[in-house]
């Protein structure tokens, strides 16, 4: 992509664009965006930093993050009977279940 398409893509002029490319002007927010948009890219990609990995831990259901909100309202003992419970069903599953000790 030229300078005067990119220009052109985002509303801006070929000579505004030349200047970003030298550091002649101080690139805003704003305008970042708009490269980033019109350049596929993300802003950190656009910025040059580097990229965090994701995480491997799956996303949590919605259905069990609303039970573990309702799982901490109950009491200590609650919690504890509850997660003996489901410690004995993974057990069961051929799962690893939270180790006693740590609890």
Partial sequence: ???LQL?????SSRDLIAN???DRVRIYDEMI????????????????LKS???????AINPNLARRF???QALSPFQQKSLLLTIDNFLKGAGLPAEDKASN
Avoid: C, F, N
Avoid at 7 to 11: L, N, P, S, T, Y
Avoid at 52 to 58: A, D, G, L, R, V
């Fill in 1 to 3: 992509m030229t300078q």
């Fill in 7 to 11: 220009a052109e893509a985002i509303g």
């Fill in 20 to 22: 970003y490319e030298k």
């Fill in 33 to 48: 965006a708009r490269l980033a948009l019109a350049l596929h890219v993300s802003t950190d990609k656009l910025l040059g």
């Fill in 52 to 58: 965090i990995p994701e995480s491997h831990t799956p």
């Fill in 69 to 71: 909100k309702s799982i």
